[in-house]
């Protein structure tokens, strides 16, 4: 299969430099597009995604798109889509433009893949349990919309379940569909100057502007919530047992993992999220001790490739900040969960990695 198969044809396009950050969010809006390739001169000139400007505290309706321009690897339609798996996971994004010719001719996205799971990988015996992150996050239905957005900022995705004060699953929220509402809805009333996230609270509960609830199974095949995350237009979709309480989460990039791409080198893509951008003293930590464990793999498990995420978040208690540390190992043989919390944050991630070290132990005796 090739990618031009399945790549999404003749995408939106915009000019870098004549184009308003204003403009350019209302048309993401409206088409329901989240990310869109940017020419200069008639030349791709980077990817613009919707989710990390409404990641930003501070926005310049005004600026040109071009400021927010992420320069990404391209892929030619020709390519076959194995290939194009490798560049999107070691890219960390979620879309990357298909050029021939230098100009754009399609975009290949997390959720093309998705959509043609069933074709690309043997997917039907594989059951939601099996991939699922495991004690998931939430938002209660009374919570405040801005503690709901702090937490999806942290968990880098774009919507989180609501649940009732039984873990029972009442909706999903589209945090950032309503926030980037709420900032266009702004820039009308206001005829210049700056949007700063943080000067004002919004005083609205998530049960008020949350959608219909989206679920699936333990024991369903992640073709069932492949199709529901096609279907529903999400990137996750909250994982219930019999009672309807939030279990797990299957996303997006969970599924895309099962994918075997045939590669021979060794290599596991270490993805952190949660952290902010001046913590680059736990940026360092976190790199260190996951470089540390990652390459005892090989010996301890024959792992050839895959992925780590981490999940940091943090919570100030009496002065002090406490670490919330959620991590998934995927690779060809595993697909594991291990959770962790404490003062310190490299003994609290340290012992994440000694936890995982003893269940590959115990799982290569049996």
Known sequence: ??????????????????????????????????????????????????????????????SKIGNFAVMTPYLNKGM?????????????????????????????????????????????????????????????????????????????????????????????????????????????????????????KVEVKCGSVMGNPVMSTETASILDSAEKLIKNHTRIIPIVDEHE??????????????????????????????LDSWDDDLYDVAFFLADKFVSKLPKNGKISHGSLRIHVAKYKTEGNVKYSIRTRLSTDHYHLNVNNFGWNFGRALSEVFDAYEERMRKLAVK
């Open 1 to 62: 299969m090739k990618v031009e198969d399945i790549m999404t044809a003749d995408p939106i396009v915009m000019e870098a430099e004549d184009t308003t950050l204003t403009d350019a969010m209302s048309k993401m809006r409206d088409s329901g597009i989240h990310q869109v390739p940017l020419v200069k001169n008639r030349k791709y000139s980077g990817m613009v995604y919707y989710r990390d400007i409404l990641r930003r505290r501070s926005l310049q309706m005004k």
């Open 245 to 274: 309480k939030v279990v797990g989460i299957v996303g997006i990039s969970d599924i895309i993992d099962i994918i075997n791409t045939g590669e021979e080198k060794e290599g596991i893509l270490v993805e952190i999220s949660g």
């Open 80 to 200: 076959d889509v194995l290939e194009a798996v490798k560049i999107l996971r070691d890219s960390g994004l979620f879309a990357l433009p298909v050029i021939d010719r230098e100009k754009i001719v399609g975009i290949l996205s997390e959720t093309d893949l998705v959509a043609h799971i069933r074709d690309i990988t043997k997917a039907d015996s594989v059951n939601n349990i099996s991939i699922m992150s495991t004690e998931p996050i939430t938002v209660q239905e009374d919570e405040d919309l801005e503690s709901a957005t702090e937490k999806v900022r942290g968990l880098n995705e774009s919507e989180i379940p609501v649940v009732d004060k039984n873990g029972k699953l009442k909706g999903l929220l589209r945090v950032e569909e309503y926030t980037l509402n709420m900032i266009l809805a702004e820039k009308q009333k206001m005829a210049k100057g700056d949007l700063v996230g943080n000067r004002e």
